[in-house]
């Protein structure tokens, strides 16, 4: 299958929680792997009168493209299950368009070990590191 298939795999195939955080993949490449998502933040999302996303979607936004780099490079065959997640917040987000790039930082039989950084306007607001159990999903 292309990058260019898995892409629309992911695209056809959202989970709710995705749609919830206005998301969807932009740009997957398998060599190497990276994964690009971009998140629509709502007001909703936010707290305090200066209009700053709270940090736990902010984290579902780092979490996300990690999963779905996943899921696209593995073919589905694998359900990613995340043992730990570690998140810098680096400055404010805000309603509007976050973009988060994932790469793989190492791949095992049974564990992999990922980055993710997201982008407002092209500035670093958040930045995290997660360590995912591959869980296979039966034939």
Known sequence: MSDKDKLELLLSHKAPCI???GGRAINF?????????EFIAVPEFCHSTNQIVQ???????????????????????????TLDINVSFLGPSHPGKLICHAKILKLGKSI???????????KLVATAT????????PD
């Open 112 to 122: 992999a070990y990922l980055s993710s950084e997201l982008y407002q306007k092209e």
């Open 130 to 137: 997660s360590t995912i159990k591959l869980v296979p999903i």
């Open 55 to 81: 940090g736990g979607f902010v984290t579902g936004m780092l979490d996300a493209p990690m999963a779905h780099l996943l899921i696209a490079l593995l073919d589905s065959k694998f359900t990613p299950m």
């Open 19 to 21: 749609e919830t955080l």
């Open 29 to 37: 490449k398998s060599d190497p792997p990276e994964l690009e998502m």
